[in-house]
């Protein structure tokens, strides 16, 4: 068969939202590469398998992107497709992220049982319960909304929404933005959180798309649906997030921004109650001279150093060497403030609560 005949496996998780984000990811190569044929392999995951207990107490690393990287690694697909805040900042030896697509809105929703209907977190009766699967949202709510009660809900998006409209036990659901209108449900929110309520998850809204290192082909083809000031913040958030050695549902999050020369970092720790905060900025100037509007400067290189997993031309060196020391150097400041106590307690705690 002709090499431009191989059709390129995708592996991807067999969640409607996962579907719906592979299948993007695909559109886009295709229309840059209409000659290629692609094929999606879906597969279940540990975190799609267990859904009786909270992420944190199951107690694997890598709860949405083992078996499809055991499959990368057999060679039974070419790449995957992720939600880039699912991915551990330690990807598996051989493994490397080759593209980072143009981000979505990265902020937190709010969906409301419809008894709630024109009701905000702020506006619920004292004692509703709010559903979520994330130590770091619960800790959020915790903090901004004492009133109210937060409990554990698992399940892909459909089997949330079900259980808040059929079991009766939520008031409220917390969820990423990006996912839900992904989905076509942007009609079902009921609360856009800002970050002042609400700071989000280390590579919340993007999608990354992950493959073997010395597969230069498919790194040179997913190069190109990469989106470079997507990438600068990406690049900070991981490294914050590495530096601290929190894993994706650690009580951990960020706010970043990018924009002409500028990147803006922000990140926070908290205790599992809320009752104790860590929080800080960090800015860097990027080697970017272009217009306010243009995202940072392309620069070919030859040398493949990886950030956090992360592979790519689409940034010079110097952007991603920046990128890279000021997530580190936040999370220093954080670490110097006490963070590491605050996540081991948190962690003992988990640790404890599991039966």
Known sequence: ????????????????????????????????????????????????????????????????????????????????????????????????IGAVLEREDPRDVVIMNSKHKGKTLRTLPKGSVIGTSSLRRTAQLQRNYPELEVKNIRGNLNTRLRKLDEDNQYDAIVLAKAGV???????????????????????????????????????????????????????????????????????????????????????????????????????CTLSNDEDDDEPPRKCQHKEQRLYCGLSTKSLSPEDLSSAEKVGCDLASILIKQGALDIMNEAKKTVHNSIE
């Open 1 to 96: 068969m002709n090499e431009s005949e191989k059709t390129i496996k995708v592996g991807s998780r067999k969640s409607q939202l996962a579907l719906i984000q592979t299948k993007h990811v695909i559109k886009k190569l295709e229309d840059l590469y209409p000659t290629k044929k692609f094929e999606i392999v879906t597969m279940m995951t540990i975190g799609d398998q267990i859904l009786d207990k909270p992420l944190p107490k199951i107690g694997e690393k890598s709860l949405f992107t083992k078996e499809l990287e055991t499959a990368l690694e057999l060679g039974s697909v070419d790449f995957l497709v992720h939600s880039l805040k699912d991915m551990p900042t330690d990807l598996p030896d051989g493994m490397v």
């Open 181 to 283: 209108d992904r989905m076509g449900w942007s009609e079902k929110i009921s609360q856009i959180l800002d970050t002042d309520d609400m700071m989000y998850a280390v590579g919340q809204g993007a999608l990354a798309v992950e493959c073997r290192q010395g597969d230069l082909e498919t790194l040179a083809m997913l190069d190109a649906i990469s989106d470079a000031q997507t990438l600068v913040r990406i690049v900070a958030e991981r490294c914050f997030l590495n530096k601290l050695g929190g894993g994706c549902s650690a009580p951990v999050a960020v706010c970043s921004h990018a924009q002409a020369r500028t990147l803006r970092l922000s990140g926070a720790v908290w205790s599992l109650d809320g009752s104790q905060t860590l929080k800080h900025s960090a800015t």
